[in-house]
């Protein structure tokens, strides 16, 4: 008995492993929002934001989880992008270390804005965590709206991403 159950929890476990390989979020369209996050930490995120930025997507974009040294000017020629971009319509949050505290800092932004729709770009295996850590932050009025980059993630970097999916799940299950 005891082993079927066993044999049945790893059956689940890896058949949710192999959804969330296969289901890895997409692209959102172009649809306008009021706003544009994005959590730094992965390569392409930020051009992401700065191109729905430069086209009109948004108003105003946050980088969430940008190192207390770095300057806008900095980022502005890093990313090729117009310094006054920066001056008018990004905001660098700070406060933020990993995921979790990226979800905070991010709620704590659209509070201050007034914001209703939300466009949040991170990369595809990221997306999943993401966007359950920032649906438990932020008022359920607010639509979230993946924007997903892709990319070419390693079985390690997946398997990675997927238990720590799995483990919030359960701490927030366990109210943890």
């Known amino acids: 008995m005891?082993?079927?159950?066993?044999?049945a929890a790893i059956?689940?476990?890896?058949l949710g492993y192999a959804l969330f390989v296969v289901l890895l979020p997409r692209p959102a369209d172009d649809?306008?929002?009021?706003?544009?996050?994005?959590?730094?930490g992965g390569p392409k995120r930020i051009e992401r934001g700065l191109d729905l930025l430069e086209r009109g997507r948004a108003k105003r974009m946050l980088i969430s989880?940008?190192?207390r040294t770095v300057r806008p000017v900095e980022l502005a020629a890093e990313y090729e992008a117009d310094e006054a971009l920066f001056e008018c319509c990004i905001d660098l949050g700070r406060e933020s270390v990993d995921t979790r505290s990226n979800a905070i800092e991010t709620a704590r932004w659209l509070d201050k804005r007034g914001?209703?729709?939300?466009?949040?770009?991170?990369?595809?295996?990221h997306m999943p965590r993401a966007g359950f850590e920032l649906?438990?932050?932020v008022s359920?009025?607010?639509d979230l709206i993946g924007d997903a980059v892709e990319s070419r993630p390693?079985?390690?970097?997946?398997?990675?991403?997927?238990?720590?999916y799995l483990l919030r799940h359960a701490a927030v299950f366990l109210g943890i």
């Open 154 to 164: 390693s079985f390690r970097q997946l398997f990675t991403e997927y238990n720590k």
């Open 65 to 67: 989880g940008v190192a």
């Open 31 to 40: 649809r306008q929002t009021d706003a544009i996050v994005v959590l730094t």
């Open 11 to 14: 059956l689940l476990y890896l």
């Open 135 to 137: 649906s438990r932050q």
């Open 115 to 125: 914001s209703k729709t939300v466009g949040l770009v991170t990369t595809d295996w």
């Open 2 to 7: 005891i082993s079927r159950l066993v044999s």
């Open 140 to 142: 359920e009025d607010i």
